[in-house]
């Protein structure tokens, strides 16, 4: 990606950056920010091992929770930009803090947020927005959740209302084990997130990751990506916070996005407006594709992790600057995103233990050259950088390994290649991310 010549746009000038985070996401929305022209300086709250090897990228050592330190370093070092991350800081009301205190924000407030951190909320907007989902039942205590059991007489997908990190869905198999699922919820197993469930109808078919960039107003829509949830190859095994990515999909085309755009992130947009909420940032609609067509099985108010570090690579450099429209209202004002017609490939490097309980502190090595213009990136997630200047594990998902080929052969070749040069004790990763789309020529 070379720099391109500065906006020709009438919009503030856009020379510091702050992203708010510290994964594998952030880690790749940074990168891509120092690609525009324009930007001189990108910091990264709290970041990771990985921040400052980034050129022109900077680690603050503030957590996402801080609101007042993240405003009050805002505000000295003249940030034009604010990115939020992740879904805890804008659930809990970040974005609308920093707009109050003058800050330009991508990102939704705290009520917007509620896409995905309250599953009930959600679910009612998608139904007054006549949004095709999954049927679902909602209840508060174990005996009214036993009784829809009972009535509806067919195995559930037992969700958590709120934000549980990926981890409050049972999609279960049997009636047995849906009963189970709820027992526990209501037990406590996801604390206060599990206080209230949602129950939802079984989808069949595959999976796929839709981004929209809005601003309140209209959308942007990016290529679509492919998760990979399991931790073990062939789908098996637990759920992760998502093992590699690839985007785009085959699965969607051009006119396929235009009917998503049209029936599922339109109808939210309104909707979203109806209930007065000015939404600027990403709307994440995970799908399952049924035979009738595409449903919302979530919404996301944020990019998802790995799929941002696939689709970063095939970001034009204005990229930066389409973000900034967004957060003040004018994406009309910017040039349409011109994505790159690559393939790009993402595979996660684990720690030991992962997901239960990932071990922290092996010395991370890495004989990988991370050239600005090669089509290998490596960004950190549970990384650190200890006294002594070694690069340490520090979480479950420690690196993204992304490349870009005209195949996705090439370029999950050229990524499985670049993982072996990285070692860690317990390193682990899957070995078939993008089965869907390897082997097949394309
Ligand atoms: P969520 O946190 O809502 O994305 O759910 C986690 C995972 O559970 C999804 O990625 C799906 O694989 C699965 N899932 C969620 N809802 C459903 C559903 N209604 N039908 C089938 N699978 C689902
Ligand atoms: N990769 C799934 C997520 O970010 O929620």
């Known amino acids: 990606m070379g720099k391109t010549p500065a906006s020709m746009t009438a919009l503030p000038p856009l020379k510091k950056i702050l992203v708010v985070g510290g994964g594998g ?28 090897e980034q050129q022109s990228c900077h680690r603050l050592n503030i957590e996402e929770s801080n609101k007042e330190e993240i405003i009050q370093a805002c505000k000295s070092l003249k940030i034009d930009l604010v990115i939020v991350g992740g879904e805890k800081p804008l659930a809990s009301g970040l974005a609308d803090q920093l707009r109050e205190a003058g800050l330009i924000v991508f990102g939704p407030g705290k009520k917007g947020a509620q896409l995905e951190a309250s599953k009930t909320w959600s679910k009612e907007l998608m139904n007054e927005a006549k949004i095709p ?51 526990e919820a209501f037990e406590g197993k996801f604390g206060e997130a599990g206080a209230k469930l949602v129950l939802e109808e079984c989808l069949q078919g595959p999976e796929v990751s ?17 998760d990979h949830k399991r931790l073990l190859e062939d789908d098996k095994g637990p759920n992760t916070g998502g093992m590699g ?112 309980n990932p071990r922290k502190g092996d010395l991370v090595s890495i004989k990988l050259k991370n050239s600005q213009e090669s089509q290998i990136q490596l960004f950190h997630s549970g990384t650190k950088i200890d006294q002594d200047g070694k690069l340490l594990t520090s979480g479950g998902r420690v690196l993204s390994i992304v490349s870009q080929g ?37």
């Open 25 to 52: 996401r952030e880690n790749a929305l940074a990168w891509s920010f120092t690609k525009f022209q324009e930007v001189e300086e990108v910091y990264v709250a709290p970041g990771n091992g990985g921040t400052q």
């Open 210 to 226: 839709v981004f929209a960039i809005t601003d309140g107003e209209r959308l942007e829509i990016l290529p679509s990506a492919q």
């Open 245 to 356: 990515a690839y985007a785009p999909t085959l699965m969607l085309n051009k006119e396929d996005l235009e009917k998503i755009k049209k029936n599922i992130l339109l109808p939210t947009l309104d909707t979203l407006k109806k209930r007065k909420i000015n939404y600027r940032g990403v709307i994440y609609a995970g799908l399952i594709l049924t035979k009738d067509g595409p449903k919302v099985i979530e919404f996301n108010c944020r990019f998802g992790d790995p799929e941002c570090q696939a689709l970063m690579p095939l970001m034009p450099s204005n990229f930066a600057k389409c973000l900034q429209a967004a957060a003040l209202g004018c994406l009309n004002k910017v040039q349409k995103l011109e994505t790159s017609p690559l393939k790009s490939a993402c595979v996660v490097a684990t720690a030991y233990g992962y997901p239960e």
């Open 133 to 183: 989902t999954a049927k679902f039942w909602k209840a508060s205590n174990n005996k009214e959740a036993q009784d829809l059991l009972f009535e509806i007489d067919k195995p559930l997908v037992v969700k958590a209302d709120g934000l549980a990190s990926g981890k409050g869905v049972t999609v279960c198999t049997s009636i047995q084990e849906t009963k189970a699922a709820i027992k």
């Open 406 to 442: 005209d195949t996705y052969n090439e370029a999950f070749e050229i990524a499985y290649k670049a993982i072996k040069k990285i070692d860690f004790s317990g390193i682990k990763y899957r070995k078939d991310i993008g089965y869907q789309v390897r082997g097949k020529g394309n």
